[in-house]
């Protein structure tokens, strides 16, 4: 053997030795919270002496693997109060953390070490999450502490006005969304058509908002996802609360069913403000109630076993002759399994079901319509070492969708029974995700998700000429609906279209010092879900259609980069991010097109793109009596339909708009939201906040003819006017009664006052011809000026 190659031997059999060789133990557990044994999700666990460190995962579980030693442990968690432990790794062991609230603690804890800072190194960006006291802090409409309307205060994330439902993230739509409480998908998070959303903060324990770089783990949506996680109960004591407010009322109970091995949780919700409609005379109401509700069983160490549930309507009706009754309702089995110290299992069984309901005697028919799906998921967390922990896992949905049934609602009302053709359609995924921290300044985050859509058979499907369902006409230069030719009679087992999808995922951070990092990512999405709605902002009669023969999944491409800071100890941080977003086969609508009750939906629609821009800048202050955050964006959200090739000619058809680029109706250009909060004494809290935004598009009349005596206006290119500019001042103050101190059952009032300086902002205007002067004039419609309340909060 060579001198050269019997040294590199040796060198490589040293390295091995001294990398590989050595000994190393995990350290695995379970983290929760003192007063409840409730699991507490991304608590972290560092070890400064080795600038490393790992988070809980969302069932509250960590594992590291770290060479043999003696190590000083700091358990950290945003409310809660530090725990600084020695821990001597000389094998393999399970520790399991129970943490303090801070209000709980008798003398400040003051850690001196140099704590790894992991939100700064991980490369996971574009997330934000809120705790849910800064909720229940942030004033809102009518003082019912509200998750959308608070996350409408992140950079990045608006909607289409006062009372429009849902909410838009990076220039995408509201269908764009994916939302999932415990797992299961929400598709509609309103009540009372967007006044509020379907969460009750009592129940939950964590959010979090993906907007870029969203893991692998997560699919079907191509903006962004809000992942929501239900409380578990408290396995410890009963305790109970909930609130008395203006327009609704909340209560929420838990407690052991087997001290600290089983809980449960129930929590409802409902408005009356309707009851007293009477009393003015008025016959008409709305409504909304819910329910949330959460078992868990301890088996073992390794074994735990969750049943949780939601259940929601909104009813409104003008007198008897109109009812409209809409809403979700969930339910979730998980069975999570811990294989070893270094593996953690979760299974879960859902099934959820959107339903939307119309009762209307005056035409004398019933209208019903929904989707409902079928989910099953596995998914692993493996923690290799304490630099590479792999996530991978199955995923299966099943979907029905059923765009609506008419029924007579008497037996004289000659409306004669008819069902629109039901869809079915299955989605099936698996993934792979990786963190991986290759050196002390550098971290990755990369995986893969492979995803196949199957449209299944269904009784009817039409078939055009050309597979078109769409014309053109070269002379009047519009599309019109096409004719079919036939009509198709597939069976279930058929298949009508199938769609595959690689969708990688790839982040990267970059540690600049210990307070200050870069990151960038890519991600890839597929979207095969399709919400119909032509409006600004969707109703709940809009209906969702799958992807198959003339729809095509929406594909998008997106690529972050940002600058991140923490300043005086992580006292303020400021989080930059500028983002580009390209969407593939985004849906356009034909002029004129009709989506209700429309058998044939493929005949007024168009596959076009979409793409935004734009930056985001969250300066926060995060400790002290007085936080808050100031959140800016700077943003452009286009889509276009450019013409296709007219068949048998070199002509090109006009396309949506001529072709040309156009604002979506969530195009803002510029977003500006503060919230403050102050705690004066143990007494007195104060909050506020304050939104601008960039007017929302919309279309003006650019001129009028006249048609045998009729005034006819007539209207240029697609959303080239906005609306006057959006502002808004709310505040409240929290009074805490001293007495408080010595009673089990604990009270606090929280006075508000929503838009205090009473602008009328513009939800919508509309032209009409003035009866007296008989010229046109323009006329604002506005939802809210001055709004205050008063709720009561109370907790035992």
């Given at each position: ?362 035409v004398g028919f019933n209208w019903n319509s929904g989707i409902r799906n079928f989910n099953v998921k596995y998914d692993l967390k493996h923690y290799l070492n304490d630099k590479l922990q792999v996530n991978y896992g199955l995923n299966n949905i099943y979907y029905q969708f059923n765009p609506g049934k008419i029924e007579p609602s008497n037996e004289n009302s000659g409306i004669l029974e008819e069902q629109l053709i039901q869809k079915y359609a299955n989605e099936l995924a698996a993934y792979v995700d990786v963190e991986h921290r290759l050196t002390d300044n550098l971290s990755l985050g990369y995986g893969l998700r492979f995803s196949y859509f199957n449209r299944l058979g269904q009784d009817e499907i039409n078939v055009y000429a050309n597979d078109n369902p769409v014309n053109f006409d070269p002379l009047l230069f519009i599309y019109q609906e096409a004719d079919p030719i036939s009509v198709a009679t597939p069976g279930r087992n058929e298949s009508l279209a199938q769609f595959t999808n690689w969708e990688p995922r790839l982040s990267l951070s970059y540690t600049l010092s210990e307070d200050s990092s870069i990151k960038t990512s890519y991600t890839r999405l597929a979207q095969y879900l399709h919400l119909l709605s032509n409006t600004a902002s969707p109703t709940p009669l809009d209906v969702w259609t799958p ?250």
């Amino acid at each position: 053997m060579t001198k050269p190659l019997w040294l590199f031997l040796f060198l490589c059999s040293c390295f091995y030795t001294h990398v590989f060789a050595q000994e190393k133990y995990t350290l695995s557990g379970v983290i929760t919270e003192e007063s409840s044994n409730e699991t507490l999700i991304g608590v972290t666990i560092a070890f400064p002496s080795l600038g490393s460190g790992v988070t809980t995962n969302e069932y509250g579980f960590y594992s590291i693997t770290l060479p043999k030693g003696d190590y000083q442990a700091v358990v950290s968690y945003l409310g809660f109060r530090d725990i600084i432990q020695t821990i001597s790794l000389d094998r393999d062991k399970k520790i399991d953390f129970q943490l303090a609230e801070e209000a709980e603690q008798l003398q400040e804890v003051v850690v001196t070490e140099n704590v790894e800072k992991l939100d700064i190194r991980k490369p996971q960006m574009s997330v934000n999450t809120l705790s849910v006291g800064t909720i229940k802090k942030i004033p809102v409409i009518l003082g019912e502490a509200d998750v959308i309307k608070s996350i409408l205060l992140l950079p990045g994330v608006t909607n289409a006005g006062e009372g429009a439902s849902g909410f838009n993230v990076r220039g995408g739509s509201v269908d764009q969304n994916l939302i999932l409480l415990d797992e299961a998908i929400i598709f509609n998070s309103s009540h009372l058509f967007g006044f509020f959303s379907v969460f009750n903060p009592d129940a939950i324990k964590d959010i979090k908002l993906y907007k870029g770089g969203i893991p692998a783990r997560y699919g079907g949506r191509v903006s962004s996802v809000l992942d929501i996680f239900q409380k578990e109960g408290n396995s410890k004591e009963f305790k109970m609360n909930g609130g008395i407010g203006a327009v609704a009322s909340r209560l929420l109970l838990e407690g052991p069913i087997a001290k600290d091995k089983a809980a449960f949780l129930i929590g409802g919700r409902a408005s009356y403000a309707h009851l007293f409609l009477p009393l003015f005379d008025i016959d008409n109401t709305a409504y909304f109630y819910d329910l949330n509700t959460k078992i868990n069983y301890k088996i073992n160490d390794n074994n735990n076993i969750f049943l949780s549930g939601y259940f929601g309507r909104d009813v409104f009706g003008i007198s008897d002759s109109f009812v409209n009754t809409y809403g979700n309702a969930v339910g979730n089995f998980r069975w999570n399994h811990l294989f070893s110290d270094k593996l953690f299992s979760n299974l879960s069984l859902i099934y959820s079901d959107y339903y939307y309901g119309l009762k209307l005697d005056f035409v004398g028919f019933n209208w019903n319509s929904g989707i409902r799906n079928f989910n099953v998921k596995y998914d692993l967390k493996h923690y290799l070492n304490d630099k590479l922990q792999v996530n991978y896992g199955l995923n299966n949905i099943y979907y029905q969708f059923n765009p609506g049934k008419i029924e007579p609602s008497n037996e004289n009302s000659g409306i004669l029974e008819e069902q629109l053709i039901q869809k079915y359609a299955n989605e099936l995924a698996a993934y792979v995700d990786v963190e991986h921290r290759l050196t002390d300044n550098l971290s990755l985050g990369y995986g893969l998700r492979f995803s196949y859509f199957n449209r299944l058979g269904q009784d009817e499907i039409n078939v055009y000429a050309n597979d078109n369902p769409v014309n053109f006409d070269p002379l009047l230069f519009i599309y019109q609906e096409a004719d079919p030719i036939s009509v198709a009679t597939p069976g279930r087992n058929e298949s009508l279209a199938q769609f595959t999808n690689w969708e990688p995922r790839l982040s990267l951070s970059y540690t600049l010092s210990e307070d200050s990092s870069i990151k960038t990512s890519y991600t890839r999405l597929a979207q095969y879900l399709h919400l119909l709605s032509n409006t600004a902002s969707p109703t709940p009669l809009d209906v969702w259609t799958p992807s198959g023969p003339f729809v095509k999944p929406q594909l998008l491409d997106q690529y972050a980069l940002g600058y991140f800071k923490s300043f005086s100890n992580d006292d303020y941080s400021l989080e930059t991010e500028v983002f580009y977003k390209d969407v593939q086969n985004r849906i356009d609508y034909i002029d004129g097109a009709n989506l209700i009750a429309n058998n044939s939906i493929e005949q007024v629609i168009l596959n076009g793109e979409a793409r935004a821009y734009g930056l985001e800048l969250l300066f926060r202050k995060n400790e002290g009596k007085f936080q808050g955050w100031l959140a800016y964006t700077l943003s452009k959200s286009e889509q276009r339909t450019p013409g296709r090739t007219i068949n048998g000619t070199n002509t090109l058809e006009t396309g949506i708009n001529n072709g040309n680029w156009y604002n979506t109706p969530f195009d803002k250009t510029h977003d500006v939201s503060l919230f403050a909060s102050y705690d004066l004494n143990e007494k007195w809290s104060f909050n506020t906040n304050f939104v601008y935004q960039t007017g929302q598009p919309t279309n003006y009349p650019v001129g009028q003819f006249e048609f045998q005596g009729l005034t006819v206006p007539y209207y240029g290119l697609r959303n080239e006017e906005r609306l006057p500019a959006y502002n808004r001042l709310d505040v409240s103050a929290s009074l805490t009664p001293r007495k408080n101190k010595n009673r089990k059952m604990k009270g606090e009032w929280v006075f508000s006052i929503y838009n205090v300086y009473n602008r009328r902002n513009a939800a919508a205007i509309n032209f009409r011809r003035n009866d007296d002067t008989g010229a046109n004039e323009a006329v604002r419609t506005s939802i809210f000026g001055i709004v205050p309340a008063v709720t009561y909060n109370f907790k035992l």
